[in-house]
Structures are given as structure tokens and as C-alpha cells.
């Protein structure tokens, strides 16, 4: 099982701050399913990390790592 954490506007399109989802075998396979799930993702702006390290290309995923998906911030 994958833990998937949502933040930010993101709960308000999931409706939820984490998901548990069956393993999938990348970043690409896990967006195609969430924007599956929730179609609006796919308008939303947001970084994956894998394990609290920012992805942006294709990466393998595996049971047991935290994945989140991070709006864009600001800092002031």
C-alpha cells in the first residue's frame, strides 16, 4: 500500500489529507490513477515527493514510501 498525502488546495479538490492506495510502479502510473480519481487534479498545480524529496521526472515507486503532492508556496 501507498500512503498518499495531500496539502494545501489539494485537500479541498481530493476532499481528504491522505489516501491509501494499492501499489503502483511509478510517479506516472500513480498521477494517471489520482487524476482518474479526481479529475480536477489535472488543472491543479503541484510537486510530488517521494520520500520528502521533490520528483519531476518519471520515478519508481514501492510499498511502504510516503508520497505527498505539494501546491506552490510562497515564503514572506
Same mark, same amino acid.
Given at each position: 500500500?501507498?500512503?498518499v498525502l495531500f496539502?494545501?488546495?489539494?485537500t479541498d479538490i481530493t476532499?481528504?489529507?491522505?489516501l491509501e492506495l494499492g501499489t503502483v510502479g511509478?510517479?506516472? +502510473? =500513480?498521477?494517471?490513477?489520482l487524476r482518474t480519481q479526481y479529475p +480536477? =487534479?489535472?488543472?491543479?498545480k503541484y510537486v510530488i515527493t517521494v520520500d520528502r524529496k521533490i520528483v519531476r521526472t518519471k520515478t519508481k515507486i514501492?510499498?511502504?514510501?510516503?508520497?505527498?503532492?505539494?501546491?506552490?508556496?510562497?515564503?514572506?
Open positions: 500500500m501507498l500512503r496539502f494545501g488546495q489539494l476532499g481528504c489529507t491522505q511509478d510517479t506516472d +502510473s =500513480l498521477e494517471n490513477v +480536477s =487534479l489535472a488543472q491543479a514501492a510499498a511502504g514510501m510516503e508520497i505527498a503532492l505539494l501546491p506552490p508556496f510562497s515564503g514572506g
